[in-house]
Structure formats: structure tokens, C-alpha cells
């Protein structure tokens, strides 16, 4: 292990495997990317992060975009049957779902600020140290060209960089590349990506995950594939 990965703090994942491949976890304070194409896991993974960590009493918040708050908390819910304290965490606001409509976010320059300064708002109230945007997407067909959206998103990203919390940032994407993201001019914004993919192996489909990069911090530079338990994800090892 490098001697740099001693002197950062990390924010366990808690996902069996991943912080392995993380050789511990997520530098505090960066702004992470999960990449990846619909249905690889982004919601799934980027929920129990939060999950793992509210039941060590870190608070976080959850902005959804793509579904509303009863809808995500039903999904979780199903797909992780064995966390059965979710609604405790979610009502004791230890997990702060943010419902967000992205519909007025680009109406105007001054829109997009009173978007960011009502996150920052719902961060504050529980003293989130963790925050999950799920997922860009619905943003993208709002601004008006890649520019001015990879603008907007390097905004949102140093404000929470100011801020000093752990991000981590969802986008759907179905570009083979691994660092590009259709629809954003660069990643230069983001401190680390994770990129979510499925393959097709003995008759079905794998999921499979690959830590693209991560600033200050090593990290596994190859692809492990994974598997959606009622107990959590599990990236086998
Ligand atoms: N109850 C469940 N048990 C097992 N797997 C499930 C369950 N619910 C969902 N899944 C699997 O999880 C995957 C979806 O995960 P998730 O919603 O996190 O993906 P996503 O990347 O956020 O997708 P999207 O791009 O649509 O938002 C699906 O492929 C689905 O098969
Ligand atoms: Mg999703």
C-alpha cells in the first residue's frame, strides 16, 4: 500500500469487496462519479453506501431526481428485503431523501443557484457528511448545450467541494469509454469514477464494477464483477 493512503481519511463503503478496491474507502471529502448504464446498479450501490453508513450514526441525504421518495424507498426496499431498519433511518432523518424536480433548474442562471443553495439547505439540516445526487440524467436534456451543462455541473460539484462533504454523484451513461460521459465535456470535475457495466457470462448477465480513478488514493485497477443481494451488493473478490 502506498504511504499516502495512510494520511487520508476514508469514508467506508461498507458494500462487501468494494472497499477493498478502494483499499479502504473513499477519501473524505471527494466527489465521486458512478457511471453507468441504466439498470447497472448506480441507485442500488450509491443507497447502500448511505445505509452502511447511517447505521454508524453518519448522517447523509439523498437527492432523487429520476424517482420520487416513495418510489426509491419501494425499490430499495424490494431489491434489499434483509435492511429492515430503512424506514427507521429515513424517519430519524440519519438518511434525508430529498426529493428534487429538475423541471426549473436551467429556467434561468439565477434557477440553477437557488437549486444548488436549496441542497446545501437539506445538508445542513441533519449535518449530512455524505450526499448521493441520483442521478444527473434528468438535468441533461434541460441546458441547452454540453457547455453550458458541463458548466453548471463543475458549479454544483465545487460547491460541494467548498463544503467539504463526500459525494458521490450518479449519471447514466452508455459510452464504451470509461471516463467519458455523453453529454459532459470532461470529468476533470470529479475526484474519483466508478463505473458500473454489465457482461454477458454462461447465459446471463453480470454485473460488473472498475475504479476508473480516485485522487489521493490508490485503488484495484481491475474490473470485479458483482452480484444485487437481498443483503446487499456483493463484489466478490
Ligand atoms: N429485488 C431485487 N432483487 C434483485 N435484483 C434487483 C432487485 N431490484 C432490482 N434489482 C436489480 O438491480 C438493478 C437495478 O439497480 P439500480 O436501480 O440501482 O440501477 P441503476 O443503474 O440505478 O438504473 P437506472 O439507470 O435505471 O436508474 C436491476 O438490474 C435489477 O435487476
Ligand atoms: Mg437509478
Not at 152 to 167: C, H, K, P, V, Y
Not at 201 to 217: A, D, N, P
Request: proline residues 3%.
Amino acid at each position: 500500500m502506498a504511504a499516502e493512503n495512510k494520511i487520508v481519511n476514508r469514508m467506508n463503503t461498507g458494500i462487501v469487496g468494494l472497499d477493498e478496491m478502494l483499499y479502504g474507502g473513499i477519501p473524505e471529502g471527494n466527489q465521486i462519479l458512478i457511471a453507468g448504464d441504466a439498470g447497472t446498479g448506480k441507485t442500488l450501490m450509491s443507497f447502500e453506501m448511505l445505509y452502511r453508513n447511517a447505521n454508524i450514526n453518519i448522517p447523509s441525504t439523498f437527492v432523487t431526481l429520476e424517482e420520487g421518495r416513495k418510489s426509491l424507498l419501494e425499490n430499495v426496499k424490494g431489491a434489499f428485503s434483509y435492511f429492515d431498519n430503512i424506514d427507521d433511518l429515513v424517519e430519524n432523518n440519519t438518511i434525508s431523501i430529498s426529493e428534487q424536480t429538475a423541471m426549473s433548474a436551467f429556467r434561468s442562471k439565477e434557477s440553477w443557484q437557488t437549486f444548488i443553495v436549496g441542497i446545501n439547505r437539506v445538508l445542513k439540516e441533519n449535518n449530512s457528511k455524505i450526499l448521493v445526487v441520483d442521478s444527473l440524467a434528468p438535468l441533461r436534456p434541460l441546458a441547452e448545450d454540453d457547455r453550458t451543462f458541463t458548466r453548471a455541473i463543475n458549479q454544483m460539484i465545487e460547491n460541494f467541494r467548498n463544503l467539504g462533504i463526500t459525494s458521490i454523484i450518479n449519471m447514466e451513461t452508455s459510452s464504451m469509454n470509461l471516463t467519458e460521459v455523453s453529454g459532459l465535456y470532461g470529468t476533470f470535475m470529479f475526484d474519483g469514477i466508478i463505473r458500473l457495466g454489465t457482461f454477458y457470462m454462461e447465459g446471463s448477465f453480470q454485473y460488473l464494477v472498475t475504479v476508473v480513478k480516485m485522487r489521493r488514493s490508490n485503488h484495484k485497477n481491475s474490473s470485479m464483477p458483482f452480484e444485487i443481494t437481498p443483503k446487499g451488493l456483493n463484489v466478490f473478490r
